[in-house]
T-cell receptor, first 112, second 116 residues
Framework: KQEVTQIPAALSVPEGENLVLNCSFT??????LQWFRQDPGKGLTSLLL?????REQTSGRLNASLDKSSGRSTLYIAASQPGDSATYLC???????????FGKGITLSVRP | DARVTQTPRHKVTEMGQEVTMRCQPI?????VFWYRQTMMQGLELLAY????????DSGMPKDRFSAEMPDATLATLKIQPSEPRDSAVYFC??????????????FGSGTQLSVL
């Protein structure tokens, strides 16, 4: 059974800092991995999707990397801003028709 | 601005009562998912539909939960009878599947359910 872990559960950083959010998964046979953002009281918003054959994806100040063999992914946020404060979840998919298995998320607080 | 609409946003009910949650997926999307989110368990998939057909409801307690799509514009999740342990946020998400497994999911704002 796939398990997705995100540690730490919470993180507080000063504005402007570059930061890395970690995600690990137990079964390296994944189809794709996604990073989501969740604001308080809201649903999830998809940020980046990495295919199993890819190493990274970039969108603006966000960069997600994938190392399947070690069962790890990182989300890099450059020049963090208070508006980046949210919970970030990663999710992996085992096959094209498989369900997404989510981590519990990392709650990020960026202090002005 | 297309979005997934869920109603009600909040629901407080007493144990044993029936609860119905509704979801309007984004027009044109062919997949609908129901998730439950709790602090302890995180996000759990309850049910998954493609082209209105249920594909996976293995995560749903069958004795009390049921999920349906009466038409392409409406998905429902019912709990009967509800129990305090059902208290959670229930999310609906929709996407456009092309068979590649890479569809982007769009989530609603959720239904916060409290069963007393």
């Amino acid at each position: 059974k796939q398990e997705v872990t995100q540690i730490p559960a919470a993180l507080s950083v000063p504005e402007g800092e570059n930061l890395v959010l970690n995600c690990s998964f137990t079964d390296s046979a994944i189809y794709n991995l996604q990073w989501f953002r969740q604001d308080p009281g809201k649903g999830l918003t998809s940020l980046l999707l990495i295919q199993s054959s890819q190493r990274e994806q970039t969108s603006g100040r966000l960069n997600a990397s994938l190392d399947k063999s070690s069962g790890r992914s990182t989300l890099y946020i450059a020049a963090s801003q208070p508006g980046d404060s949210a919970t970030y979840l990663c999710a992996v998919k085992g096959g094209a028709n498989s369900k997404l298995t989510f981590g519990k998320g990392i709650t990020l607080s960026v202090r002005p | 601005d297309a979005r997934v609409t869920q109603t009600p946003r909040h629901k407080v009910t007493e144990m044993g009562q029936e609860v119905t949650m509704r979801c309007q997926p984004i027009l044109g999307h062919n997949t609908v998912f129901w998730y439950r989110q709790t602090m302890m368990q995180g996000l759990e998939l309850l049910a998954y539909f493609r082209n209105r057909a249920p594909l996976d409801d293995s995560g749903m307690p069958k004795d009390r939960f049921s999920a349906e799509m009466p038409d392409a514009t409406l998905a429902t999740l019912k709990i009967q009878p509800s129990e305090p342990r059902d208290s959670a946020v229930y999310f609906c998400a929709s996407g456009l599947s092309t068979g590649t497994g890479d569809e982007k999911l769009f989530f609603g704002s959720g239904t916060q359910l409290s069963v007393l």
